[in-house]
């Protein structure tokens, strides 16, 4: 249970407007977070609400 959480950032490059690249941005995140999931024998019920809350299309435009 001592494991530190792991951060990391993001860098990217907007091509369409702000709602679908934040969506394109939710997609490719949300499939490396389950493949590490995955790969760990861990699952998240939130995993969904937790991107919606922060990948926003605010963060995006600013």
Excluded at 14 to 32: F, G, H, M, Q
Excluded at 38 to 49: C, K, M, R
Excluded at 50 to 60: F, N, S
Aim: aromatic content about 4%; glycine content about 2%; hydrophobic content about 35%.
């Amino acid at each position: 249970m001592g494991r530190r959480k792991k951060s990391f950032s993001i860098s990217y490059v907007r091509v369409c407007d702000d709602n679908t690249s934040a969506e394109i941005i939710r997609s490719l995140v949300r499939k490396e977070i389950i493949k590490t999931l995955d790969s760990q024998y861990v699952v998240a019920d939130n995993l969904e609400e937790v991107l919606a809350k922060h990948i926003t299309k605010d963060m995006i435009s600013s």
